[in-house]
């Protein structure tokens, strides 16, 4: 009896903190581990691509290979986001209103979206994976490397759903340093096994495929592990596991705007190789690929940052406490325009630090410092960008986030990639050009509505 009183202490003073906590220091508790989480999480997508580019003679080759992939990897990671970004923050808004086991409920039935996911698409991508290549650009010398390695990621892809899409569940409990360890255990076995099988087993980009799997696993078994156990404030039970639509309704209402932005990110990838094939060919592909992996040095720690005030907002949002949720708001608003500012600057003037770490083909990285220049002229726009169409999330406010998320990448720059290179003599600049344009637009138009809709919300509430 005195455990379970304990534990309940526990429990509410684990939640009171996100009601009465120092906001800076609350945010900074939340989102450093969050960030050095998002961090570790871009070893998985990059370190494999580092390696594969360093491979002798085929490096090149094999990454633009391999990069080709990035499409089906977004729509993977788009699937576990509409289960985990839409569940999260229903799950804190009603710890905030103290009704645990409605939260529990969220948290089982997202678990079970997550499973759906990953039979269909498991089937689904490994039967298509040839024939999608082909159609995002793979070529002749290119394609055997990116089948090889997208059908062996694609049987494990179960385990990146359960990490990407349930590890949310940790961090808005509070347990951000719970779920920084589960990306920071898969990502060091992941280190460790890549150039084992790539240069010692000599399996090439087959080995960097089995290696992120292998990690992806462990994770995922230490999620699921943590969520069952009692050192958790929500509990992953059985009998909460039974999908029932007015549980995972509102769920994926909620996610569908993270599902588009990534999803669209898939279609984006796509836009980008086949317009870049058709004018640059290979080359221009290899440099879209490494432009990818640098880009996502700009965008997760920035989710990071969003991940750490997001449970502060929907927890405070929840208890009718407009103040701190304007604080919360604020912290995570400065910082991510801080980070991208700097992005923005190193990227500018120094595009080649980034070209080198994934290749030491002279051609390709030349190629790639040059179109960095030009794809992310208008990066430091994203940081207003992502902290505001994030904060509507936290906010439960899905149809305008989702519309904010379409704007960017739907009816901005899949657009532009097609329409831009008419009027340049250098199609390729026309392509890469479409990104700047894009991201300075739309991230006006989400940090004016946000500001317009933010008073309105709190009001609503209040």
């Keep these: 009896m005195n455990n379970q009183t304990n534990e309940v202490k526990k429990e509410h003073a684990k939640t009171n903190e996100m009601g009465t906590g120092s906001i800076p ?19 998985y997508n990059i370190v494999d691509r580092i390696y594969i580019g360093h491979i002798p003679e085929v490096g090149a080759t094999a990454l633009t290979g391999v990069g080709l992939f990035a499409a089906i990897l977004m729509f993977i990671n788009a699937f576990a986001m509409l289960a ?15 009704d645990k086991d409605h939260a529990e409920k969220i948290m089982a039935n997202s678990f079970s979206l997550l499973l759906v996911f990953a039979v269909i698409l498991t089937i689904a991508f490994y039967i298509g994976a040839p024939a999608l290549l082909t159609w995002f650009g793979a070529s002749e010398a290119t394609l055997p490397y990116a089948v090889d390695y997208a059908r062996i990621y694609i049987l494990g892809s179960i385990f990146v759903l359960i990490v990407m899409g349930m590890n949310p569940f940790i961090t808005t409990q509070g347990f951000a340093k719970i779920s920084m360890l589960t ?15 790539i240069f010692v087993f000599k399996m090439g980009v087959k080995g960097a495929a089995l290696a992120t799997i292998l990690s992806q696993a462990v994770g995922a078994i230490y999620v699921l592990w943590f969520l069952c156990s009692e050192k958790t404030i ?69 989710q990071g940052f969003c991940q750490g005030g997001q449970p502060i907002i929907s927890y405070n949002y929840g208890a009718g406490n407009a103040d701190r949720v304007k604080k919360a708001f604020f912290t995570q608003f400065g910082m991510c325009v801080g980070y991208a500012a700097i992005f923005w600057a190193i990227a500018m003037f120094i595009p080649e630090v980034f ?14 410092s040059w179109a960095i220049r030009i794809y992310m002229a208008g990066i430091f726009s994203l940081g207003f960008q992502i902290s505001c169409q994030q ?23 899949i657009p532009l990639i ?36 933010f008073r309105k919300i709190l009001n609503k509430k209040e």
């Design 234 to 302: 929500l509990k992953l039970k059985k009998k909460n596991l039974k999908l029932d639509p007015k549980i995972f309704g509102p769920t994926l209402a909620l996610g569908i705007s993270t599902f588009v932005m990534l999803s669209t990110e898939s279609i984006l990838s796509i836009s980008f190789t086949t317009s870049l094939a058709k004018f640059g060919g290979d080359l221009a592909v290899g440099a879209m690929t490494i432009i990818t992996s640098v880009s996502m040095l700009v965008t997760m720690p920035m």
């Design 84 to 98: 985990g970004a839409g569940g999260a923050p229903l799950a804190a808004i009603a710890l905030g209103k103290q």
């Design 183 to 197: 990306t920071v255990i898969g990502a060091v076995i992941n280190i460790i096994l890549d150039p084992i099988f």
């Design 391 to 413: 904060s509507f999330m936290a906010l439960g406010q899905a149809k305008i986030s989702l519309l904010l998320a379409l704007l960017r990448k739907v009816f901005l720059l």
């Design 355 to 368: 070209a080198g770490m994934f290749t030491t083909d002279t051609a390709l990285a030349e190629y790639a």
């Design 418 to 453: 097609f329409i831009l290179p008419n009027f340049f003599a250098d199609k390729v600049f026309g392509v890469f050009v479409a990104e700047p344009v894009s991201d300075i637009i739309a991230a006006t138009v989400t940090t004016i509505a946000f500001f317009v809709q």
């Design 25 to 43: 220091k609350l945010f900074l508790k939340l989102a450093i581990p969050a960030v050095v989480a998002q961090l570790v999480n871009l070893l």
